[in-house]
């Protein structure tokens, strides 16, 4: 799960501020508990539960309760325990101790520390310690989370690294929807820790758009692929969207 396992926010009509958009309100813990009741009795979902197949899971906005949510939601910790619940993250794990959903699992494809063959994959969690947008010189991560993942790949001997980011990173067109580019010093210190610490074969991996999409950065220290994923079933055709700016120096 990359995010939007559940649409848990509550939709209460249009406002116009001067446009007009939805307006809706946070979903409490027990409307979320509902919906991932209902998603767990899906025949296709357990099938998938019980089968052979790991699962690992972070959030966005409509799991975490609200659209384009932030740290201002009022249920943010008890929806933590509500998703932690629905993943079936042991009782005991650092998850249900810190404040977000972030983690990272390894997996090893290959026998023993054969070269070419371990994958760590990073799950960030982009919403409970994200600034409002307006926020000058907002953040996604906070400082708890940005302080994890720096020790994280500094100690990292992973060959691929798959960066879970529940929204996209590379593209900077979306200045009105969601993106890393929202906040742009926040997008940049993350190209930063990249680059510094030399991370192996970073891939990106998001979602959030209804699109598909395949997008690759250059910088003096390399190359970074996005792999954005959506929904199978819908299609809005192919197109060129080449960003012509340089991720970093």
Known sequence: WAGDNIYA??????TFDPLPHSKFA????AHLRSLYGRQMQDPGYRMFLNSSIPMVATWDDHDYGINDGDKTNPYRV??????????GEPVDSPRRKQAGVYDAKLFNFGAGTEKGRRVLVVLLDM???????GTPNGDFLGEEQWDWLDNLLSSSSADVHLIVSSIQMLQTRNVAGES???????????LRLLAR???SAPIVLSGDVHFAELSMGYCS????????SSGMTHSVGTCDATNPNPLTD
């Open 9 to 14: 926010d509550l939709y209460e009509g249009v």
């Open 26 to 29: 946070p979903g409490p813990p």
């Open 78 to 87: 008890q929806n933590q325990a509500e998703f932690l619940n629905f993943i």
């Open 127 to 133: 919403r409970y310690h994200k600034d409002p947008y």
């Open 180 to 190: 890393w580019v929202r906040f742009p010093a926040a997008r940049a210190r993350l």
């Open 197 to 199: 610490h030399n991370v």
């Open 221 to 228: 220290g390399g190359r970074l692929l996005e792999v954005t």
